[in-house]
């Protein structure tokens, strides 16, 4: 089965483009596209859909779900520490498993496997699956939680790590500690230069 993705080399009125999921991976981690669909997707929507075929498009999660924390960097920073804890406290989830990035940006982003949502991830992907998204991100709600980035159709744009922000900064991949530990001002450190991610 073939999938798709859509990227953008900047973001803004940049047009989408149209990628094989299998590309994801370089066009993530190259640092010379901005933006890259958080879902990948079983249609290229070159053909317009009915309302049949709209339902029927099916989603799977590389990055698993994802919660995006933005707004006041500080209140964001505090906001997404709590939602972390939340998870490991009301739901059991072992913090360890998550990827944590710091956008370079006023935020943060948290990916968090399918497998600690779903005992069996279906390999053709999920009919409806942003929608299921915005329900556990619902069911899961703290303050500053983004619950726009769960759209449909081609799905949400998510910035790739180690690409130059116009401030100067990157998004990167951090640890545990140094997500419980951020500060604005360590976030601004470790956010000015590329990295490996974990």
């Known amino acids: 089965m073939t999938t798709y993705l859509f990227y953008q080399r900047t973001g803004g009125q940049v047009q989408w483009e149209c990628a094989l999921s299998s590309e994801r991976e370089a066009l993530f981690t190259g640092g010379d596209v901005e933006f890259v669909t958080a879902l990948d997707v079983d249609n290229s929507f070159t053909e317009p859909l009915t309302l049949e075929e709209t339902l029927a498009v099916k989603y799977s999660a590389p990055y698993g779900f994802y ?3 933005d707004g006041d960097l500080e209140e964001s920073l505090n906001q ?7 998870l490991e406290q009301e739901r059991g989830f072992d913090i360890s498993q998550a990827r ?3 956008t370079g940006g006023r935020g943060c982003h948290i990916e968090i496997p ?3 949502w779903l005992s069996k991830v279906p390999p ?3 009919a409806s699956l942003p929608l299921i998204f915005r ?3 619902l069911a899961t709600y703290v303050d500053n939680l983004d619950l726009g980035i769960y759209s449909t159709k081609r799905g949400r744009m998510w910035r790739t790590p180690n ?3 116009k401030n100067g900064l990157y998004k990167v991949q951090v640890t545990v500690d140094e997500f419980l530990s951020a500060t604005p001002e360590s976030y601004a450190v470790i ?4 990295r490996r991610s974990l």
Do not use: T
Request: charged share 20%; proline share 3%; aromatic share 18%.
């Open 191 to 194: 956010c000015s230069s590329p």
């Open 124 to 126: 053709a992907g999920i």
């Open 67 to 69: 919660a995006d924390f």
């Open 163 to 165: 690409f130059r922000r």
């Open 135 to 137: 329900e556990i991100a």
């Open 114 to 116: 399918m497998q600690c």
């Open 100 to 102: 944590l990035w710091f």
């Open 80 to 86: 997404a520490k709590v939602y972390l804890l939340k």
